[in-house]
């Protein structure tokens, strides 16, 4: 069964310093994209990714998000300044399609703690 | 809000029973998706039913949408205490880039 792989699966970091969340999608999916949950809250949407562009975005993902397909097996999240209110898990997902029967396939998350 | 909404917010039942978790969304949808979150993992797919279908069956998953209601169930049948995990519901809401809503979801407790 294909998986999406997420590293590192934990990440402490300073508040302020950059972070880098590195996914694989599976190979053959064209959408991919970035969840985030905040620990007892909802899973949010942070933004999804199709033809090496951003597709959209929420009002979460502000300029100190960015995403990247450096090449063309990797999807990294990267956050310039964390703040405290980052911490978080953050999940990356990908999909065939947009309305695929088999939905979106999640990664297991990276847990960030921002300190 | 456009997310859906679960309930119940918890479910404990036993081994053998049937578990029933409902959704409510307030937004025009194409499709509906139910996901599973194992306790600190990520989220799996369980099933997506489309705007003009009413019902739709995955082996003990049952799943039927009233888009004139705006809500749909998730129907486990004869629970097992791996089905134990929580339990949301996903819709794209208005958008058509890839966006998927969630609801604060059921925690879905099955005991042996």
């Known amino acids: 069964e294909p998986e999406v792989t997420q590293t590192p699966s934990h990440q402490v970091t300073q508040m302020g310093q950059e972070v880098i969340l590195r996914c694989v999608p599976i190979?053959?999916?064209?959408?991919f994209y970035w969840y985030r949950q905040i620990l007892g809250q909802k899973v949010e949407f942070l933004v999804s990714?199709?033809?090496?562009?951003?597709?959209?975005k929420s009002e979460i993902f502000d300029d100190q998000f960015s995403v990247e397909r450096p090449d063309g097996s990797n999807f990294t999240l990267k956050i310039r300044s964390t703040k405290l209110e980052d911490s978080a898990m953050y999940f990356c997902?990908?999909?065939?399609?947009?309305?695929?029967?088999?939905?979106?396939?999640f990664g297991s998350g990276t847990r960030l703690t921002v300190v | 809000s456009q997310q859906g909404e679960e309930d119940p917010q918890a479910l404990s039942i036993q081994e053998g029973e049937n578990a029933t978790m409902n959704c409510s969304y307030k937004t025009s949808i194409n499709n509906l998706q139910w996901y599973r979150q194992n306790s600190g993992r990520g989220l799996v797919h369980l099933i997506l039913i489309r705007s003009n279908e009413r019902e739709k069956h995955s082996g003990r998953l049952r799943v039927t949408l009233d888009t004139s209601k705006k809500s749909s169930s998730l129907l486990i049948t004869a629970s097992r205490a791996a089905d134990t995990a929580s339990y949301f519901c996903a819709t794209p809401g208005g958008s058509t880039l890839g966006r998927l809503y969630f609801g604060r979801g059921t925690q879905l407790t099955v005991w042996p």
């Open positions: 990714f199709y033809n090496n562009e951003i597709s959209e």
């Open positions: 190979s053959n999916h064209l959408y």
């Open positions: 997902a990908s999909s065939y399609l947009l309305d695929s029967e088999h939905g979106y396939t």
